[in-house]
């Protein structure tokens, strides 16, 4: 099986942009979570879709955002970006249960996100 | 919310030796413990992971143990080799949770 995958793996943005990240899961895998890592913070949980909805979410302001679509992939989107928003943003699939137990969760290669 | 604190922060061993990472966590509801290998540049790597109806799991040179009473976990990799070097995450769930909260990572170092 194919890992997950997701693009761009890079991305140079100024302050007051915006960004849309995409994630496509392992086949058969529904649920998709996404993780902010950076040295100061570490690894951090900001959102999870299951079936097209948001399960579960971070303590992340409003300017992220993601969905989730028919086939799993996801997408995270981040608004008026801040310099601190630069950091690597990683998607990870799981088989996942509608209501059970968080199943093992394998991460993307990340998206390395730089706001000038 | 849930806390995890990992311990310790950098961790250097001679090759052959055995390297113990400790966690502790606040939660008394997780139930899912996973270990994540990260390597420079590269993508977080599960590498064991244990519940809470288990006490010990081993994996070849990998092992896990679970003490629910302390609420902490550890991981011990024994006769380490330099490719062993790299960050290790542990993590712990609750499945209503539905989300990993991550210790702040141990840099092993292997020397050969």
């Known amino acids: 099986k194919a890992g997950v995958t997701q693009t761009p793996r890079y991305l140079i943005k100024t302050r007051g942009q915006q960004v849309t990240l995409s994630c496509s899961p392992i086949s058969g895998h529904r649920s998709v979570s996404w993780y902010q890592q950076t040295p100061g913070q570490g690894l951090q949980f900001l959102f999870e879709?299951?079936?097209?909805?948001?399960?579960n979410k971070g303590n992340f302001p409003g300017r992220f955002s993601g969905r989730q679509f028919s086939n799993s992939r996801s997408e995270m989107n981040v608004s008026t970006l801040e310099l601190g928003d630069s950091a690597l943003y990683l998607c990870?699939?799981?088989?996942?249960?509608?209501?059970?137990?968080?199943?093992?969760?394998?991460f993307g290669p990340g998206t390395r996100l730089t706001v000038l | 919310g849930e806390n995890v604190e990992q311990h310790p922060s950098t961790l250097s061993v001679q090759e052959g030796d055995s390297a113990v990472i400790k966690c502790t966590y606040s939660d008394s509801a997780s139930n899912y413990f996973p270990w994540y290998k990260q390597e420079l540049g590269k993508r977080p790597q599960l590498i064991i992971d244990?519940?809470?109806?288990?006490g010990e799991k081993k994996d070849q040179r990998i092992a896990v143990t679970l003490n629910k009473t302390a609420k902490h976990f550890s991981l011990h990799i024994t006769e380490t080799q330099p490719e062993d070097s790299a960050v290790y995450f542990c993590?712990?769930?609750?499945?209503?949770?539905?989300?990993?909260?991550f210790g702040s990572g141990t840099q092993l170092t292997v020397l050969p």
């Open positions: 990870a699939s799981s088989f996942g249960l509608a209501g059970g137990l968080l199943n093992e969760q394998f």
């Open positions: 879709y299951f079936s097209e909805t948001q399960r």
């Open positions: 993590a712990a769930s609750h499945g209503s949770a539905r989300q990993l909260t």
């Open positions: 244990i519940r809470s109806n288990v």
